[in-house]
């Protein structure tokens, strides 16, 4: 099919805590090999792994040392295309992540860039002298923290990065570095991959006068500002479709972070020919409180009312002019239900409202590895974490800017932090959730005895087969794919409720995304008749009297 893509779902796979094989503690594509059966089970169409190659792992692999090597912790490079023919002979297509903003400090590219001022790599990044008094070339900051500039005693200057030490950017101004990019791709796909996640693809464009960002928005804050959206970005993507994209089948998603529904129709019309779709991180960031110094661990209340707004924004603005991906988790999010839902008494009803409201919108749909199962965010000692988000974040905020409490960072940590994502998945009820039979890279939520696949899988009514109806009507029916959207009780604090409809048919999407019992009188406004239920969380649906706790259904109506 033409456009495959936009009937299919996707399963993000972070191999590192996805099923470890060899008993290391650290999962691996062998293990991805032995649980495709389960995904076929569940009906996905795509996988998308997030990087699996060669790498020091400063930040679980978004650092690359080798763009044409699988790292060793992960197998080989022939357990990368057996994992890619494996994956095929059931149907499901194999995207990879394309992490090409920056690469590790120890790719030969930047081993070499950083010894001279010439050389055929001194061009691969982004170098600037100190200003007269030693300092650093602008005040931008890195995301993970810090300054965005690292100078390097070895060529006498600064180089730019907007994630860790670890993570130099490349310099897309220079068209060598974008021919080795497009080579890079032409390598995977030539070995079958089907298609790429781009990470951070937004920020591979820089404004060349590198201003500093205004007083007031303070010293190494990072905004995105002059990095994000930059003037040569959709210059270079096209130059990407044209040079690999377009001589393939495959399907492309763009992270976008600071992106504008105005934005992802740049990346996303047909006509301009550069990506499928983008990730937006407007509706991540409703719960944050902007422009606060503590970045994503300044708290702002859950409003639901802003989360409808905002994903019905992207919406009605990318209808027939772009696509939209569709998510709520991923490995740099925390799990749905902890953070704007319930993960204890209606944990599963919570899991399968959030999945309803998400799968009934138009677009491609996104589930992270263990979403499909309501796995849950924990709360460790802060000690316990690994990403180098919390622990940069932690050195800068707490010990040394004193800007948030140890508590309140702690308790945003349990909410927000990425590693709430990145727990090693549960696949059953023995040690260490059957991910492992050596010790984890990672701690395993203490949950896993009640929350895991086998469980899921035993279970008729659960989480698991409910995603799994879910992927079985967005392949058979149109509707979900084509139908308009249109938003209905905006005001409504609890009801997260729309409207599809096609000229053939019309299908009413609601959730009460509450504790409470209410009741659906609103709704019914909105149904003249009521035709089949598609799909609801409960043995039948409340429509005609009330919505109990997390209620969520699809309705073909008139
Ligand atoms: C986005 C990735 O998803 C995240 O995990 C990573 O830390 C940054 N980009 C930097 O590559």
């Known amino acids: 099919m033409k456009d495959w893509w936009k009937n299919s779902v996707v399963y993000q796979i972070y191999p590192r805590s996805f099923k470890d094989s060899n008993g290391d503690g650290f999962g691996d594509l062998p293990g991805v090999i032995e649980k495709l059966d389960y995904l076929k089970e569940l009906g996905i169409d ?130 060598k570095v974008r021919k080795e990019v497009y080579d890079l791709m032409k390598f995977w796909m030539e070995k079958g991959a089907d298609g790429w996640r781009m990470d951070v693809i937004a920020s591979i464009s820089k404004e060349q006068d590198f201003p500093d960002y205004p007083e007031e928005e303070g010293r190494k804050y990072y905004t995105g500002k002059y990095h994000s959206n930059g003037p040569r970005l959709h210059e270079f993507i096209q130059e990407m479709n044209r040079e690999v994209l377009s001589k393939y089948d495959c399907m492309t998603v763009g992270e976008a972070p600071g992106s504008t529904p105005e934005v992802a129709r740049l990346f996303t019309d047909p006509d301009r020919k550069e990506l499928n779709m983008i990730f937006t991180f407007e509706h991540m960031n409703i719960d944050r409180v902007p422009g606060s110094v503590n970045r994503k661990w300044a708290l702002k209340p859950f409003d639901l009312r802003e989360l409808k707004r905002v994903m019905s924004d992207w919406q009605y603005k990318l209808a027939g002019r772009g696509w939209n991906a569709l998510y709520f988790e991923n490995h740099d999010q925390p799990r749905v239900i902890s953070r704007w839902g319930n ?124 995603y799994k109806e879910l992927i079985r009507l967005r392949h058979e029916e149109p509707l979900l794919t084509e139908g308009e959207y249109r938003l209905i009780l905006p005001e409504d604090e609890h009801i997260f409720a729309y409207l599809r409809q096609t000229e053939k048919e019309g299908w009413l999407v609601a959730a009460n995304l509450s504790e409470k019992t209410l009741p659906s009188e609103p709704l019914r406004e909105f149904v003249k008749e009521m035709q089949e239920v598609m799909i609801g969380n409960y043995e039948r649906t409340g429509i005609e009297g009330e919505l109990r706790p997390y209620e969520a259904f699809m309705m073909r109506i008139r």
């Open 46 to 175: 795509v996988i998308w792994l997030s990087p699996v190659f060669d790498s020091p792992q400063d930040d679980n692999g978004y650092d690359i040392r080798d763009y044409r090597s699988v790292y060793a912790g992960f197998g080989t490079n022939e357990d990368m295309e057996e994992l890619i023919a494996q994956a095929h002979k059931r149907g499901i297509k194999v995207v990879m992540d394309l992490v090409v903003n920056h690469t590790s400090d120890e790719h030969v590219w930047f081993v070499e860039s950083r010894k001279s001022r010439e050389n055929a790599y001194s061009d691969y990044y982004i170098w600037k002298d100190p200003k007269a008094d030693g300092s650093e070339p602008n005040n931008w900051g890195s995301s993970f923290c810090g300054s965005a500039w690292e100078y390097s005693e070895q060529r006498g200057q600064y180089f730019l990065h907007f994630y860790s030490r670890r993570q130099p950017d490349l310099n897309w101004e220079n068209p």
């Open 343 to 466: 993960d204890t008494e209606y944990r599963e009803e919570c899991a399968k409202a959030y999945a309803t409201v998400l799968h009934g919108m138009q677009g491609t749909p996104y589930i992270y590895q263990g979403e499909e199962i309501g796995m849950t965010n924990v709360a460790f000692e802060l000690e316990e974490y690994e990403d180098i988000e919390v622990r940069n974040a932690f050195q800068e905020l707490v010990v040394n800017g004193k800007s948030i409490t140890r508590e309140e960072f702690q308790k945003a940590v349990w909410n927000k932090s990425r590693d709430n994502g990145r727990t090693p998945m549960q696949w059953d009820d023995s040690e260490n959730a059957g991910f492992t039979t050596g010790t984890p890279w990672f701690r395993v939520s203490d949950r896993y005895q009640e929350i895991n696949v086998k469980n899921a899988l035993e279970k008729k009514d659960s989480v698991f087969y409910y």
